[in-house]
């Protein structure tokens, strides 16, 4: 059977996993405390983790010593010292959830992530990609919203440089579209609760369909009184999904001119602000400058 006839897509190896780990009150071990090590402390405390870091004080990041001392002191039992490898050190990798090392010896490295391997811990190790049972990726959140780029180990520069592509092209009122949405969820859940059966069905074709009908910004501006109109006369009408124009939200003028610029841009520009932006740009300079000429030839003449 040829790719073209095969029902489903057709299975390329060679990806990484890619999940959201839950690591709210998880121990890590974090060996290292320079550069790399001052990056992954600072994602592990935004996940929640509870960290111990080992490294010397004196080649300390001023970052992670920051971290240590002053904003996340509950979080992190920090020891003083040089990590002195999987067989003698007092600290046990088997006793952690997740190991990670970020130092500049590679044979240290290399024991540690041989021991996490028979412990069945995961481990991440900077300088070592075959050494990694997970990489890192250029990451960016915006509150409930997380995205990571990977490249796979190939071009970890370029992971940055398409993260920051992706941020610039994010619509202003995401966060608040996926936080209207989340407290609507549950509010739909309060009114409608159990798990799975027919009835998840129907509370997911619901939520679908409501996500289909608002826009972003329109999602993002939903009172509690609005989601209250969408469960009483939408929810408990059947499961009729109510638009915006239904409970009395006029389009507005923002509204409108969202719509206008899609329209515009997508025409225009195949759906790129900034190839648009440029064309009004450069619109307006080829017309100012013949004006420019032409308003100058007039005061020559009157003079
Ligand atoms: C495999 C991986 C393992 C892991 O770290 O998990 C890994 C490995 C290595 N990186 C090295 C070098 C650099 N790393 C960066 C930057 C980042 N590296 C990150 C992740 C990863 N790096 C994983 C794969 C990610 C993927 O799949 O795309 C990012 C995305 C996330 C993060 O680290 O938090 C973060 C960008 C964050 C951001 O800006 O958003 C830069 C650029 C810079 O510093 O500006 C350089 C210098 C340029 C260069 O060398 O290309 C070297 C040394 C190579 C050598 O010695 O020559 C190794 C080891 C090796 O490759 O052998
Ligand atoms: N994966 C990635 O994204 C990148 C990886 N690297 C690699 O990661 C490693 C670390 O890089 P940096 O943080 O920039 O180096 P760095 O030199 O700033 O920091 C190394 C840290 O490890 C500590 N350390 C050394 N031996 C130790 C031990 N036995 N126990 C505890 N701590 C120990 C040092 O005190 C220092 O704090 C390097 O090998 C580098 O090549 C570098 C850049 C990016």
Not at 21 to 42: P, T
Not at 78 to 97: M, Q, S, T, W
Not at 193 to 198: A, F, K, L, N, V
Request: glycine share 12%.
């Amino acid at each position: 059977m040829s790719d073209s006839e095969a029902p489903y897509p057709t299975i390329i190896k060679g990806a990484s996993f890619l999940l959201a780990w839950r690591l709210e009150g998880k121990k890590v071990l974090l060996i290292g405390g320079g550069l790399v090590a001052s990056g992954r402390l600072y994602y592990l405390l935004e996940a929640g983790a509870h960290v111990t870091v080992i490294s010397p004080r004196k080649r300390l990041h001023p970052e992670t010593a920051y971290r240590i001392d002053v904003s996340n002191t509950e979080d992190i039992i920090y020891e003083d010292r040089d990590y002195v490898g999987p067989e003698d050190d007092k600290l046990n990798v088997a006793d952690y959830d997740m190991v990670l090392t970020a130092i500049d010896e590679v044979g240290l490295s290399r024991r540690v992530c041989i021991a996490c391997r028979e412990a069945r811990v995961p481990v991440n190790v900077a300088d070592v990609p075959p050494e990694c049972d997970f990489y890192f990726g250029s990451q960016l959140r915006r509150g409930p919203l997380q995205i990571m780029v990977s490249t796979s180990g190939r071009g970890p520069k370029i992971a940055s440089l398409i993260r920051k592509q992706i941020e610039a092209s994010l619509p202003e009122d995401v966060e608040e579209a996926i936080d209207s949405v989340g407290k609507l969820r549950g509010e739909l859940r309060q009114r409608a609760p159990g798990t799975g059966g027919s009835l998840g069905q129907k509370r997911m074709n619901w939520m679908i369909g409501i996500c289909d009908a608002w826009r972003l910004d329109e999602l993002g501006g939903m009172t509690p009184e609005v989601r209250k109109q969408l469960l009483d006369e939408g929810w408990n009408n059947n499961g009729k999904i109510l638009s915006p124009r239904d409970v009395g939200l006029k389009s507005g003028v923002a509204g409108w001119w969202m719509d206008i610029r899609t329209k515009v841009v997508d025409t225009l520009a195949g759906g790129d602000p900034q190839v648009l932006r440029a064309g009004i740009a450069g619109f307006i300079v080829g017309g100012a400058i013949p004006g420019a000429i032409y308003i100058g030839m007039l005061y020559q003449k009157r003079k």
